[in-house]
């Protein structure tokens, strides 16, 4: 199981950013994936949960509306679209494959390695 992020940076305020991850190792369409953030001081955070055919998707209250998940299965990579960003929003953002649930923070073992995302003026 490899799940590689990117497109995390510097933003500010309602600000936009797109977050990739490219998975390999397992068969990508058939896992159901989440998103998950982690701000400093803090414990894991779901984000967002998308089912391996792409037609389910769940979000956290704190970014729905704000946030889109997404996926391409021919590519084998998961997206994250963020719009008006907040600081709120700081942290490092995980893909994650999700065995159980769709709403739920996976065990570690299943997270890419994050690529930080800052929202700040």
């Known amino acids: 199981l490899q799940l590689v992020e990117s497109g995390g940076g510097l933003v500010q305020p309602g600000g936009s950013l797109r977050l990739s991850c490219a998975a390999s190792?397992?068969?990508?369409?058939?896992?159901?994936m989440t998103w998950v953030r982690q701000a400093p001081g803090k414990g894991p955070e779901w984000v967002s949960g998308?089912?391996?055919?792409?037609?389910?998707?769940y979000y956290a209250d704190s970014v729905k509306g704000r946030f889109t998940i997404s996926r391409d299965n021919a590519k084998n990579t998961l997206y994250l679209q963020m719009n008006s960003l907040k600081p709120g929003d700081t942290a490092v953002y995980y893909c994650?494959?999700?065995?159980?649930?769709?709403?739920?923070?996976?065990?570690?073992?299943?997270w890419g390695q994050g690529t930080q995302v800052t929202v700040s003026s």
């Open positions: 994650a494959r999700a065995p159980w649930s769709l709403i739920k923070v996976p065990p570690r073992d299943y």
């Open positions: 998308i089912s391996g055919g792409g037609a389910i998707t």
């Open positions: 190792g397992f068969t990508f369409g058939s896992n159901d």
